[in-house]
């Protein structure tokens, strides 16, 4: 299949098996992708024009492709600003050169860190003298845009704190990321249920979620799916406990099967240098399928998960966590009530009608 049978080309440098699901709902494209998550199946790609490709073939294809849009990264991802220098490099030069039949470049913002605030930490520099050194690229790249939505309010003022002097203003819209509910069969929680998903790793919360167990009641129940750098400590661990069991990188069914039993997903995410939890698929995943949500303030989606009656926890307080699961499971906000929250459309998909209208 041509890039030319597609109305968009995304270019995302990394992907994973949800992003296809989610594919199958978006506006009809072209995804270029550089490598995989550690969760990814392209089985699940079927029927999707999903391909791998470079720096050259990505750029050749953002210089030629006869798509209407194309869609790149953010330009808060340090990383991925060589990557994202030479695409939007190639883009500009189109545009100046094709002003008629050159695509509209499109984003879709979550990232809620602004990057100079990762560089001070990452760096100890002073915030100000970061800015300094980062606002000429971020804006350069921020420019190349025609539309932005922002999928948080959080991601809206991060990228607001760079851009307070940009000559160039795309159009703008802000519709906070939430999820539609699932199209999984109806089923019944399993009682005291606490659902984890996501990469075994630090900046997760993982091993403040272990700490917190250790004080919870043994008539409550905890699964673990993921996998990642800890996974060898937390299987130990879960292995030694009988009321914890952990699914290692399970099928996405199994995923799937293991949300609709659940009544509260937990996901303790902590700010670490050059990175802060953007929304959290399995918050968004959590919702869809009913879970009452316990979570940190890092997520971009803080205001309306309490708004709604959900928890928000200090992840270095196992006290604090305990208590909060507790009230999750005990007074938490009914699963129909849940579900009755979210909108009727996932708003990812809202946006992208938005972008690409």
């Known amino acids: 299949m041509s890039t030319a049978a597609k109305k968009v080309l995304r270019v995302w440098h990394e ?31 079927t029927g999707l024009d999903v391909r791998k490709r470079g720096i050259f073939a990505t750029t050749w294809a953002v210089l030629t492709g006869t798509h209407q849009y194309v869609e790149f990264n953010e330009p808060t991802m340090l990383k991925l600003w060589p990557r994202l220098l030479i695409y939007t490099s190639a883009h500009r030069a189109r545009r100046a050169f094709d002003r008629k039949g050159s695509p509209s470049a499109i984003l879709y913002a979550i990232d809620n860190l602004p990057p100079d605030a990762a560089i001070a930490d ?31 309010a959080g991601a809206a003022a991060a990228y607001a704190s760079l851009l307070r002097t940009t000559k160039t203003t795309p159009e703008i819209s802000v519709i ?65 406990k009988p009321n914890v069991r952990i699914l290692i990188d399970p099928p996405r069914d199994q995923v799937h099967q293991e949300y609709r039993r659940a009544e509260v997903v937990v996901l303790l ?18 919702l869809s399928h009913g879970c009452v ?7 971009g989606i803080a205001d309306w998960l309490q708004a709604e009656g959900h928890f928000l926890v200090d992840a270095a ?41």
């Not at 994973?16 to 089985?43: G, M, Q, V």
């Open 15 to 45: 992907t994973r098996t949800s992003h296809f699901e989610l594919l199958k709902r978006l506006t009809p494209s072209t995804l270029f992708y550089a490598s995989e998550n550690y969760s990814f199946d392209i089985r699940e790609a």
């Open 122 to 152: 990452t760096f100890r520099l002073p915030r100000r003298f970061a800015a300094f050194l980062v606002r000429p690229f971020f804006r350069y790249m921020f420019a190349s845009f025609d539309r932005v939505s922002f999928g948080s």
């Open 317 to 357: 307080n196992p006290a604090h966590v305990v208590d909060a699961v507790n009230s999750a499971l005990q007074c938490g906000p009914a699963r129909i009530e849940v579900l009755g929250s979210l909108p009727t459309e996932h708003t990812r998909v809202t946006s992208d009608r938005w972008l690409t209208r």
């Open 176 to 240: 906070p990321q939430l999820p539609s509910p699932c199209s999984c069969p109806d089923a019944i929680a399993a009682p005291r249920s606490v659902l984890f998903v996501g990469a075994l790793e630090h900046r997760k919360g993982i091993v403040e979620l272990m700490k917190a167990w250790e004080l919870m009641d043994d008539d409550t129940r905890l699964t673990i799916v993921g996998i990642g750098p800890l996974t060898s400590r937390v299987q130990a661990w879960a292995n030694a």
């Open 293 to 299: 949500v316990v979570t940190t303030s890092e997520t």
């Open 269 to 286: 995410s902590k700010r670490v240098p050059r990175w802060r939890e953007q929304v959290g698929l399995p918050i968004v995943e959590g």
